[in-house]
Each structure stands twice: as structure tokens, then as C-alpha cells.
């Protein structure tokens, strides 16, 4: 079961995915959550995958879903520190073109900057499971 924890940083999201990402209930989970955050305002999002244990075909559609759903609004987003099973998987299917990949420590000031161009600070309540609305600055 996919668990996603929500913190709040510099004008986005990041969403701290843990366990699956498959179907049926991981990658509901997570377009749920993409569609509220954008929803919320929210126009830069970072999805760090480090604790994702398998993504199957279903799961990696909800990654491109969560990519061209905030990329349509105007906002960017960003996989971090994907595990290797993850990482093969995206080599695989050529994801690695689509998709920004940035393999780094999400907490990492001097990481993020490179991605983003701005610090995350971590600001608010981390809740696992059901998403909630986040208003972004």
C-alpha cells in the first residue's frame, strides 16, 4: 500500500512516496493527490521516490499523468532519488526523456537549488495516507 507524506516547501510540495506504486490503489493514490495539490495552487511539485519498493506499468503512467497534469498548469515537477529498480524501469521505457529525474537528497539545500533554484525549508504537518489540500503560496 502506497503511503504519501506531504511537506510544504518554498512555493511547492513535496510528496515523500513509501512502499508500492502500482495498481490498483498506489497510483489512484497518487493522481488523487497531483489533482488536489494543482488544484490547491501548487505549481512546483518534487515526488521523492526514494522509498518506493516497485512501480509496475500502471505506476509509471501515474508518474507521466502527474508530470503532464502540472506541466499543463504552468508548473514544473521533479522525481527524486528513484531506487535503482525504479531507475531501470525508467531506462527502459525511455522515461528518463519525459520525465525530470534528479538524484539527490531531498532535504539537500545545494541539491534542490540546482533543481529548482530555490532552498526547500520544510514547513507543515506530514500526514501519511489520505492526501489533504495543501494552499501554496
Known amino acids: ?3 504519501i507524506a506531504h511537506h510544504r516547501v518554498n512555493g511547492g510540495v513535496l510528496l515523500k512516496l513509501k512502499h508500492e506504486l502500482r495498481a ?3 497510483d489512484q493514490l497518487l493522481l488523487r493527490t497531483v489533482r488536489r495539490i494543482v488544484r490547491a495552487g501548487c505549481r512546483r511539485v518534487f515526488l521523492d521516490l526514494a522509498q518506493v519498493t516497485d512501480v509496475d506499468a500502471a505506476g509509471l503512467g501515474a508518474l507521466v499523468f502527474a508530470r503532464n497534469h502540472v506541466h ?3 508548473g ?3 522525481l527524486l532519488n528513484p531506487g535503482q529498480r525504479v531507475r531501470r524501469l525508467l531506462a527502459m521505457t525511455k522515461l528518463y526523456s519525459v520525465l525530470n529525474v ?6 539537500d539545500s545545494s541539491s534542490m ?3 529548482t533554484a530555490d532552498r526547500v525549508k520544510n514547513k507543515g504537518p506530514s500526514l501519511f495516507g489520505q492526501p489533504v489540500l495543501l494552499v501554496c503560496s
Not at 102 to 107: G, Q, Y
Request: proline share 10%; aromatic share 0%.
Open 1 to 3: 500500500m502506497l503511503l
Open 102 to 107: 534528479v538524484e539527490a537528497n531531498p532535504l
Open 24 to 26: 490498483p490503489d498506489g
Open 76 to 78: 514544473t515537477i521533479a
Open 72 to 74: 499543463d498548469t504552468g
Open 113 to 115: 537549488r540546482s533543481a
